[in-house]
C-alpha cells in the first residue's frame, strides 16, 4: 500500500513553456503532499507544502507565482513550471503522508525536466 | 535556522557493517528518519527514531540521542544492492511537520 505517482516521468521542453506535473497518491488520501527539487549529487530541497483545499505554503526563496501548486482533492497535487528556463531543470519529486503527523512519508517515482 | 551533517560518502565491503552519523541542529526537533535513494529513484523510507534509543528493523537499524542532537544509521551485512545514498531528515514540530533532509551519504559496497 501507500503508493504515490507522479506524471510525466520526464518531460523536455522549450524554455519559456509551461509544464504540469501531477502527483497523486494512489490508494490512500493525503491531506499533505509535499514537493521537493532535487539537483544532480545533492539533496532533497523542500519547495512547498501542499494542503487540499488551502494554499500552498512555499519554503523561503521559493516563487510561488513560478511554481504554482494546486491540491484539488485528497488523492491529487499539481505542480505546475510556469515560463521555465534551463536553470529550472531539475529532478522534481513529490511526497504524500498517509496521515496527519505521519512518520513516513511516501515518495513518488519523480519527474526529470529538461529546459532547453 | 537548521542544519544536519553527515558524510558526503562512505565505502565498505560486502558482508560489513556500516554506520552513517548524522549530526543536526534545529529548533523544534520532533524526529529524525533516514531514507534510501538509488541513482535515478525516489527515495524510499527506512526508519524513523522520535525516542532515545534503538530501532532495529531488519540489517538497518537507527538509533537517537535527542541530548546529543546525534543519530546514526546502522547497515549490516552489507550487500551490493545496499550500494546507494543515504539521507537523514528532521522532522520538526508544528505546522505540517516538513521534512528537512541532509546532504546525504553515498555508500558504496565493494566485494
Known amino acids: 500500500g501507500a503508493v504515490v505517482s507522479q506524471h510525466p516521468s520526464w518531460v523536455i521542453c522549450k524554455s519559456g513553456t509551461s509544464v504540469k506535473i501531477e502527483c497523486r497518491s494512489l490508494?490512500?488520501?493525503?491531506?499533505?503532499m509535499f514537493w521537493y527539487r532535487q539537483f544532480p549529487k545533492q539533496s532533497l530541497m523542500l519547495m512547498a507544502t501542499?494542503?487540499?483545499?488551502?494554499?500552498?505554503?512555499?519554503e523561503q526563496g521559493v516563487e510561488k507565482d513560478k511554481f504554482l501548486i494546486n491540491h484539488a482533492s485528497l488523492t491529487l497535487s499539481t505542480l505546475t513550471v510556469t515560463s521555465a528556463h534551463p536553470e529550472d531543470s531539475s529532478f522534481y519529486i513529490c511526497?504524500?503522508?498517509?496521515?496527519?503527523?505521519?512518520?513516513?512519508?511516501?515518495f513518488g517515482p519523480g519527474t526529470r525536466l529538461l529546459v532547453l | 535556522g537548521q542544519s544536519l551533517e553527515q558524510p558526503s560518502e562512505v565505502t565498505a565491503v560486502e558482508g560489513a557493517i556500516v554506520q552513517i552519523n548524522c549530526t543536526y541542529q534545529?529548533?523544534?526537533?520532533?524526529?529524525l528518519s533516514w531514507y534510501q535513494q538509488h541513482d535515478g529513484g525516489a527515495p524510499t523510507f527506512l526508519s524513523y527514531n522520535a525516542l532515545d534509543g534503538l530501532e532495529e528493523t531488519g540489517r538497518f537499524s537507527s538509533f537517537l540521542s535527542r541530548s546529543d542532537s546525534y543519530g546514526y544509521l546502522l547497515l549490516q551485512e552489507l550487500q551490493m544492492k545496499d550500494s546507494a545514498s543515504y539521507f537523514c531528515a528532521v522532522k520538526k514540530s508544528g505546522g505540517y511537520q516538513k521534512v528537512t533532509f541532509g546532504i546525504g551519504t553515498k555508500l558504496q559496497v565493494i566485494p
Open positions: 534545529t529548533s523544534g526537533f520532533y524526529g
Open positions: 511526497s504524500a503522508r498517509v496521515s496527519a503527523g505521519g512518520e513516513t512519508q511516501y
Open positions: 501542499s494542503n487540499e483545499g488551502s494554499k500552498a505554503t512555499y
Open positions: 490508494d490512500f488520501q493525503a491531506t499533505t
